[in-house]
């Protein structure tokens, strides 16, 4: 099984990080594809709006499994994934996790921790998603060195917009310094108020200034008071409004993301030969 492992990353909070995480990670897991879910962020918000609604009394999360590893512990196959209800995998966190980031400045390979956890799991999977926390931290420097790709989540705002060329520097770092595989696989901009101009204005400059460079999502995530609901209930947009605008925009991201996964699989075989 090819798997892809994807970071879904921006420095900026509130922004949907973790709104998509879910939401893509279950519409993929609709069209058939094994996909597990990490929770990269010691508030553990992909862990709450999966319906953990009390990380920090979970026993086995990414936290031990990367603190065995970086003490080279053995511990058993799949230790701390959770099956969930809808279909997908998860490996939870909780505030456990900033005391692993601590433990990270020492040691050995330390930007490599988070790449070795799950280069054992991702044989099991069509894709991995990592959310991230809101930083540029060892945790998301070993969630860009364990990604094959990143998607940018990105809310049409001038202050969201502000920090993107940060954002993409930093990639370009990791690329250079640790991971020269890794790619931005789109910006996905969440969170749309199609009525306003200021949004259209935005959409319109990024896509003039870098979208001839990097992919930009065709399908944009509107703003909705559900995806809010959905989280605060424990469930993913499909089981809280499955007809509704964003259960449908989140399915249309599932079937670019796969078929963008498609044509790099050609490409790589047509290079290969």
């Not at 080279?72 to 996790?97: Q, T, V």
């Not at 399908?219 to 605060?232: F, K, N």
């Amino acid at each position: 099984m090819k798997s892809e492992i994807t970071a879904v990353t921006n420095q900026k909070g509130g922004v949907g990080k973790t709104t998509t995480t879910v939401n893509l990670g279950v519409a993929l897991a609709m069209l058939g594809k094994k996909v597990l879910l990490v929770d990269g962020d010691p508030q553990g918000s992909l862990t709450i709006s999966m319906g953990y609604r009390d990380p920090d009394n979970l026993t086995a999360t990414l936290s031990q499994v990367m603190m065995a590893e970086i003490e080279d512990r053995s511990i058993p196959p799949n230790f701390g994934i959770i099956h969930h209800a809808e279909g997908i995998d998860l490996l939870p966190a909780n505030i456990d996790l900033s005391g692993v980031e601590l433990r990270l400045v020492n040691a050995m390979s330390r930007e490599q921790v988070l790449r070795s956890v799950l280069d054992r799991l991702r044989s099991q999977y069509d894709h991995i998603l990592i959310d991230c926390m809101p930083s540029l931290g060892l945790m998301n420097i070993n969630a860009l060195a364990a990604a094959d790709s990143v998607i940018i989540p990105l809310q049409p705002n001038y202050l969201s917009t502000k920090g993107l060329n940060l954002l993409l520097h930093s990639i370009a770092r990791v690329r250079k310094q640790i991971n020269p595989k890794l790619r931005i696989a789109g910006i996905l901009f969440t969170m749309v108020d199609s009525r306003t101009n200021n949004a259209k204005s935005i959409i319109s400059s990024l896509h003039s200034a870098v979208g001839s460079a990097i992919r930009i999502f065709k399908t944009e995530i509107p703003r909705s008071v559900r995806a809010a609901e959905a989280a605060e209930n424990g469930k993913s947009i499909f089981l809280h409004d499955k007809n509704g605008k964003v259960a449908n925009a989140y399915s249309s991201l599932a079937k670019e993301v796969t078929e963008h996964d498609r044509q790099i699989d050609r490409s790589w075989s047509d290079g290969a030969r």
